[in-house]
Each structure stands twice: as C-alpha cells, then as structure tokens.
C-alpha cells in the first residue's frame, strides 16, 4: 500500500491540471497548489477547484482531498 501511495505522490505535483466530468454538462478543473501529509501521515492534495460549463467559467476556491481519493476521482485530460 505504501508503494502505491509513493507511486501517486510521483504522478500529482504543484501546478498540474486534473479534471473531472460531471453529469451536468460541466468539468471541474483542479490545479494542484501542493501535498501534504496530515497528523496521521495520510497525503492530501490542496488544490483550486474551477468548474466550466458551455460559456462559463467559475472558480470554487481551494479545496482538499486525500490524495487516494483524488486520484480516483480526477484524471489528466486527454
């Protein structure tokens, strides 16, 4: 589990772009600002979130995730 922790840790850096599609006719855009492990240990990801639609574009401040559950939910664009 650890290896694959690592492993994620190498793939997310400062200033990359993730998205994530969304039902509605949306993406949310995430651009990592850094990672930081927690009192526990556990890696979490700040990131400013922004969500485009056709025609729009409306930044949703900062947010965090674990960096497992980030992973999971954002990708590269294509």
Request: charged share 30%.
């Amino acid at each position: 589990m650890l290896f694959k922790k690592n492993n994620l840790r190498e793939k997310i850096g400062c200033g990359d772009r993730f998205y994530r599609n969304m039902q509605i006719s949306a993406q949310e855009e995430a651009r990592v600002i850094h990672i930081i492990d927690d009192e526990q240990g556990i890696p979490h990801v700040h990131f400013e979130k922004t969500l485009f639609g056709s025609g729009y574009k409306d930044p949703q401040g900062v947010r965090v995730l674990a960096l497992d559950i980030f992973a999971r939910d954002y990708h590269v664009a294509n």
